[in-house]
């Protein structure tokens, strides 16, 4: 088996174990997710788990990564095509309530790691949220400069946006018998973005609803 081989089959056992961790946590939570059962589900032995992740909580970090960069990228797939930046945050917060929708097991990472470690998260994950939201910063300093958007704060934005849409995937769980999360992000999205739209691009949007006295 040459080195090239070696690596494949490495990559293929890590994210082996990530997958199986992913239900693990999201299933028992930190505490009670029993590692021998994760390389057990995963096709390794347990001390091969430890080989890639020297602790449980390394395993768990690696598992929230995992997550935030699929939902990432999911995001960022979402607006490749948006024009504007109302039509592009639109598309982001759709994009990032329908990923969770799609994936509740990784909400419930989410939920552990807070539960568990009351917000302390590494420096790699915060560095990740941090690009992220400077992403939309410049989305919204864009729309600011062209006129679409009023002139607000934009780090102020998207720090709003970013609890408006993690409280959407939260209750959305307990409202799941009434409505979908992406069908309230929909009309949530909808009340958000308006609020910062400049007025002259809502009038265009919806002609005739404003009264000018």
Not at 60 to 81: D, K, M, N, P, Q
Not at 127 to 145: C, K, P, S
Request: glycine residues 8%; hydrophobic residues 40%; aromatic residues 10%.
């Amino acid at each position: 088996m040459n080195d090239e081989q070696c690596e494949a089959r490495m990559r293929a056992k890590r994210d082996s174990i990530l997958a199986r961790a992913v239900e693990a946590f999201a299933e028992h939570g930190f505490q009670d997710a029993d590692v021998h059962m994760i390389a057990e589900k995963a096709g390794v032995g347990y001390g091969t788990v430890y080989r890639y992740f020297h602790t449980k909580e390394e395993l768990f970090w690696s598992v929230t990564y995992l997550v935030v960069e699929r939902l990432g990228a999911h995001v960022r797939e979402s607006i490749s095509g948006c024009r504007g930046a109302i039509e592009t945050l639109r598309a982001a917060g759709l994009a990032y309530v329908g990923f969770f929708e799609a994936h509740p097991e990784s909400l419930a990472v989410f939920v552990e790691s807070r539960a568990e470690f009351h917000g302390r998260i590494p420096a790699s994950h915060r560095e990740f949220h941090d690009n992220l939201a400077q992403l939309f910063v410049e989305i919204l300093e864009r729309g600011i400069a062209e006129g679409e958007i009023r002139p607000l704060n934009a780090r102020s934005v998207v720090t709003s946006l970013a609890c408006v849409l993690y409280g959407i995937s939260m209750f959305g769980c307990y409202v799941e018998d009434q409505y979908t999360i992406s069908e309230l992000a929909k009309q949530t999205l909808s009340m958000f973005l308006g609020g910062i739209e400049a007025s002259r691009q809502q009038e265009q949007r919806h002609p005739g609803n404003f009264n000018l006295d």
